[in-house]
């Protein structure tokens, strides 16, 4: 006898989709985020392919549909401990981490106002700072603010417990196990930036303007930590010579074997952001620049502006000088010369490396780079299967949720 109820593991735009088709067509739906909100990775962008959108855009039309589909439950802040069973019939143990924070929450912002600790943003990648109450991001799903307990002290806690006129502040809040019976996981977890700590040659994530290009992402986007002005980190002054390095840690055997796919595409994106923004030049340090199908009409685009200057060649090393400017080394591919150039700030283009890489998988089995690969009952979405684009990531969703139904009701 199957179950027929199905485990998303992961509220990315992947996990979103996949619990949104199972449970338009009548299935019990579970997403399980680590998180305190939905949306994943594009909630933290300024705008994402095809249309160049904001992420409200998509986002907020399917957390309206979750909130008007009382078959999908939603457990954020929350991690898969164990699973066991076989196809048709698990058992899933969860973590749910506290809160401190109950559904009376209108998200009035008044516990933020009590907070006076503040702490780097991991929304921001660091580039910007959260108070110990807070929410991540305007459209926030759940709307709903975090307390931040482990940062902060008795007395500021009981300040931020005392400004809530709503009794929404829980500071007896603890952490919580939920079991569930599922008959199919998809496992939806995305991905993350590959560390710069690695990249040791370009910096290792500590030169003062040399961001990758998702904190690049958070500089750019309204919501984040400049609203949305391009500044270099170490002064707030707008940098007039930038340079994007491609393949940081991507198509290396020393780091990540793999194309990441979207790096290209998205530092081309970048390039628009900053001649929207300003009358700087541009350079960008490429092996190859891979805008499949639809993306090359998009990069011929780009490459006519004139103050962009496109470098064939493989950057060997990044220092900065007294004033904290990089100054990059690359040998031209073409001309074979090798130079050394000072910029305001360089953009990092990390590859897409999956969540889970170096980590328990939450279930199933992983290939050798840490994608997830399909089992019989556990289907892998989005970019926990390979690197995708956002709309490649929807469709990934949509088949896994067929492939899910497909286990529950042929058991």
Same mark, same amino acid.
């Given at each position: 006898?199957?179950?027929?109820?199905?485990?998303?593991?992961?509220? &990315?735009?992947?996990?979103?989709?996949?619990?949104?088709?199972?449970?338009?067509?009548?299935?019990?739906?579970?997403?399980? *985020?680590?998180?305190?909100?939905?949306?994943?990775?594009?909630?933290?962008?300024?705008? /994402?392919?095809?249309?160049?959108?904001?992420?409200?855009?998509?986002?907020?039309?399917?957390?309206?549909?979750?909130?008007?589909?009382? =078959?999908?439950?939603?457990?954020?802040?929350?991690?898969?401990?164990?699973?066991?069973?076989?196809?048709?019939? /698990?058992?899933?143990?969860?973590?749910? $981490?506290?809160?401190?924070?109950?559904? !009376?929450?209108?998200?009035?912002?008044?516990?933020?106002?009590?907070?006076?600790?503040?702490?780097?943003?991991?929304?921001?990648?660091?580039?910007?700072?959260?108070?110990?109450?807070?929410?991540?991001?305007?459209?926030?799903?759940?709307?709903?603010?975090?307390?931040?307990?482990?940062?902060?002290?008795?007395?500021?806690?009981?300040?931020? $417990?005392?400004?809530?006129? /709503?009794?929404?502040?829980?500071?007896?809040?603890?952490?919580?196990?939920?079991?569930?019976?599922?008959?199919?996981?998809?496992?939806?977890?995305?991905?993350?930036?590959?560390?710069?700590?690695?990249?040791?040659?370009?910096?290792?994530?500590?030169?003062?303007?040399?961001?990758?290009?998702?904190?690049?992402? !958070?500089?750019?986007?309204?919501?984040?930590?400049?609203?949305?002005?391009?500044?270099?980190?170490?002064? &707030?002054?707008?940098?007039?010579?930038?340079?994007?390095?491609?393949?940081?840690?991507? $198509?290396?055997?020393?780091?990540?074997?793999?194309?990441?796919?979207?790096?290209?595409?998205?530092?081309?994106?970048?390039?628009? /952001?900053?001649? *929207?923004?300003?009358?700087?030049?541009?350079?960008?340090?490429?092996?190859?620049?891979?805008?499949?199908? !639809?993306?090359?009409?998009?990069?011929?685009?780009?490459?006519?502006?004139?103050?962009?200057?496109?470098?064939?060649?493989?950057?060997?090393?990044?220092?900065?000088?007294?004033?904290?400017?990089?100054?990059?080394?690359?040998?031209?591919? %073409?001309?074979?010369? =090798?130079?050394?150039?000072?910029?305001?700030?360089?953009?990092?283009?990390?590859?897409?490396?999956?969540? %889970?890489?170096?980590?328990?998988?939450?279930?199933?089995?992983?290939?050798?780079? &840490?994608?997830?690969?399909? &089992?019989?009952?556990?289907?892998?979405?989005?970019?926990?299967?390979?690197?995708?684009?956002?709309? =490649?990531?929807?469709?990934?969703?949509?088949?896994?949720?067929?492939?899910?139904?497909?286990?529950?009701?042929? !058991?």
């Amino acid at each position: 006898m199957s179950n027929n109820s199905i485990l998303v593991v992961g509220g &990315g735009f992947a996990g979103i989709t996949a619990a949104l088709e199972a449970a338009e067509v009548g299935y019990e739906v579970y997403i399980v *985020e680590t998180n305190p909100y939905l949306g994943g990775r594009v909630a933290q962008l300024n705008q /994402y392919f095809p249309k160049l959108c904001p992420p409200s855009c998509g986002l907020e039309i399917q957390f309206q549909r979750i909130k008007n589909n009382p =078959k999908v439950k939603v457990l954020t802040m929350a991690s898969v401990t164990s699973v066991s069973g076989s196809a048709g019939n /698990y058992d899933v143990m969860i973590t749910q $981490r506290p809160r401190y924070v109950n559904e !009376r929450c209108t998200a009035c912002g008044d516990c933020e106002k009590a907070a006076s600790t503040t702490v780097s943003s991991e929304f921001d990648f660091g580039v910007g700072t959260r108070k110990v109450a807070y929410k991540t991001h305007p459209f926030m799903f759940p709307m709903r603010y975090v307390v931040d307990a482990d940062n902060a002290s008795d007395s500021e806690l009981a300040a931020i $417990r005392d400004a809530c006129k /709503y009794d929404a502040v829980d500071l007896d809040d603890a952490a919580k196990t939920v079991e569930l019976k599922v008959g199919a996981i998809v496992v939806a977890t995305g991905w993350k930036p590959y560390d710069v700590a690695n990249l040791t040659n370009l910096g290792g994530g500590k030169l003062k303007n040399v961001v990758t290009n998702m904190q690049f992402e !958070r500089l750019a986007a309204p919501n984040g930590p400049t609203g949305g002005k391009i500044l270099r980190p170490s002064d &707030g002054v707008e940098p007039r010579k930038i340079a994007f390095v491609q393949c940081a840690g991507s $198509r290396d055997q020393n780091h990540l074997n793999y194309c990441s796919y979207i790096c290209c595409m998205a530092s081309l994106k970048h390039v628009r /952001y900053v001649r *929207e923004r300003s009358d700087a030049n541009v350079t960008v340090f490429y092996i190859d620049l891979r805008t499949p199908g !639809r993306y090359d009409k998009f990069k011929v685009m780009t490459e006519a502006d004139d103050k962009l200057t496109l470098v064939k060649g493989k950057v060997a090393a990044i220092v900065q000088d007294a004033a904290g400017n990089p100054v990059v080394t690359v040998e031209n591919a %073409i001309t074979g010369i =090798k130079t050394e150039e000072k910029f305001d700030m360089v953009v990092l283009a990390t590859g897409m490396q999956p969540s %889970i890489a170096g980590l328990r998988v939450p279930a199933g089995a992983v290939d050798a780079d &840490g994608f997830v690969i399909d &089992g019989d009952g556990i289907i892998a979405a989005g970019c926990a299967k390979q690197p995708f684009d956002v709309m =490649k990531t929807a469709q990934s969703g949509t088949a896994a949720a067929m492939r899910a139904i497909k286990t529950v009701v042929g !058991r």
